[in-house]
């Protein structure tokens, strides 16, 4: 398959809310919680938030959050419905990493469903992160309401 040419934006924060949202409506399997969906818009106001973007057309994002000066968290993430699986979210990744790595940041991690309820959806999705190099750290409950939360870690 042709890999489309990426390019990568640290976005403005006024406009970021307004570009993440269209990405996570178009993912709804993963991003069906109305309120967790509006946090996530919202957190990107907020949070530096990288876009990948192909062909002039926002095709994916990612928030950082900066916990301390060594560990960053990939807040949230998405990549368009029409360019999955074309090299996007892990181009993205591999960016993003670059610039932490320039800052000082050695630790990065990541939050996704855990595996204990099972979906086809999160199991691709925790192929991904395992696939760009992260490792699962520990399953915690409680944080998000009834869905188990998986915590994974990469050192840059
Ligand atoms: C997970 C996600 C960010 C990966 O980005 P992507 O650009 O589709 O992934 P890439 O093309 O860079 O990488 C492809 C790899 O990811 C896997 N993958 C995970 N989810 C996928 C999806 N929904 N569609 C296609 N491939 C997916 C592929 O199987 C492939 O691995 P393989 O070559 O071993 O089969 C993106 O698919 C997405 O936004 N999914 C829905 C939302 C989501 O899961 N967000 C994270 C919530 S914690």
Redesign the pocket.
């Known amino acids: 398959m042709t890999r489309p040419l990426v390019r990568f934006q640290l976005a403005d924060r006024s406009e970021a809310p307004g570009r993440v949202e269209p990405i996570l409506r178009s ?1 709804p399997e ?1 991003f069906g919680i109305e309120q967790a969906t509006l946090s996530y818009v919202a957190a990107a106001g907020r949070l530096a938030t990288w876009f990948a973007i192909c062909d002039d057309q926002d095709a ?1 994002f990612v928030t950082v959050q900066r916990h301390f000066d060594k560990a960053a968290d990939l807040f949230c ?3 368009h419905r029409r ?8 181009a993205l990744v591999r960016h993003v990493e670059g610039v932490l790595r320039e800052q000082g940041v050695e630790y990065l991690q990541v939050k ?1 469903q855990g595996p204990s309820k099972p979906n086809a959806g999160y199991a ?2 925790l ?2 992160y395992e ?1 760009v190099g992260f490792v699962r750290l520990e399953e915690v409950t409680g944080l998000w309401p009834g869905i188990p939360c998986l915590i994974l870690v990469k050192r840059l």
């Open positions: 993912v993963w994916g993430m998405a990549v360019f999955h699986g074309m090299g996007v979210g892990t996704t691709r999705t192929h991904f696939k």
